[in-house]
């Protein structure tokens, strides 16, 4: 593994994975994955289909066994307290003629009341507020299965910074999303990057982004090939035989 970005945490916020290694039968998905990623900071998560990205995101998420450390640490948080960690799936289909709204996904993650009964007044000033934080307050009553790649992904967004989270992870973002919703949804994560101060961490086939946007860039297949600033990533030879070698992504 060569490591282009070698940066120690010191007592700043950071999520630390360590040693990190997932098996699915004698089969080695992950093998000892390490890796920092400090609060502020946006990575990316890149190798080809099947290298074992979104199995490291639900390792992060305690979705998937795995051997290893996962730690969190910041200044202030009470030892042992488990991170808040926000979660972006990949975008999922919703039938066009289905009448559920924004509004009443909201209502249903976030609420107690039978989304039949109606959101109420109070929920609904909730649920703005929430998509104010992503510039989405006129996609409140708007159809689920009528938003756009960029708009619902903006919704989701809005859905996993509610409460706020130390951590957020997107697996995929900015797939079925249009070249103008790339740079609009991008612009926005390094918004709500600097604005908390969180963590992001997302995967993507996009790589033509990163340099503007990303901290660091992580390559892996099925372990960690290499690491750092998004040029000397996208430019190192460990990038062009993971990538050219079987002919592309």
């Known amino acids: 593994m060569k490591d282009l970005h070698i ?3 010191g007592d700043s916020c950071c999520l630390k994975i360590q040693n990190l290694s997932v098996k699915i039968g004698k089969d080695d998905i992950l093998k000892d994955v390490s890796l920092h990623i400090h609060c502020g900071e ?12 979104s199995t490291l995101l639900k390792a992060i998420l305690g979705q998937r066994e795995y051997e290893g ?3 969190f ?4 948080l009470r030892h042992k307290r488990a991170p808040r960690i926000g979660y972006v799936p990949q975008s999922p289909a919703f039938d066009p003629g289905d009448p559920v709204s924004v509004l009443d996904l909201f209502a249903c993650c976030m609420g107690k ?8 007044k109070k929920m609904e000033e909730k649920v703005l507020r929430c998509l104010e934080r992503v510039h989405g307050e006129e996609l409140l009553h708007k159809r689920l ?4 790649g960029g708009e619902l992904q903006r919704v989701l967004l809005a859905l996993a910074l509610e409460p706020l989270p130390n951590i957020l992870i997107l697996d995929e973002p900015l797939s079925g999303v249009d070249a103008e919703g790339m740079g609009l949804l991008m612009d926005m994560l390094d918004e709500i990057r600097k604005k908390y101060d969180l963590s992001i961490l ?8 990163l340099p503007r946007y990303a901290d660091q860039v992580v390559l892996i297949n099925h372990g960690l090939v ?10 190192s030879e460990s990038f062009r035989q993971v990538f050219h070698r079987k002919g592309g992504l």
């Open 226 to 235: 290499c690491q750092g600033s998004a040029e000397a990533v996208l430019s």
């Open 202 to 209: 997302m995967t993507t086939h996009d790589f033509d982004m």
């Open 113 to 120: 009341r039978p989304v039949f009964l109606g959101a109420g």
């Open 73 to 76: 640490s910041a200044p202030g």
């Open 69 to 71: 450390v996962v730690s």
């Open 145 to 148: 299965g009528a938003l756009s």
């Open 7 to 9: 940066n120690g945490c």
């Open 42 to 53: 946006m990575v990316a998560l890149i190798g080809p289909n099947g290298a074992g990205k």
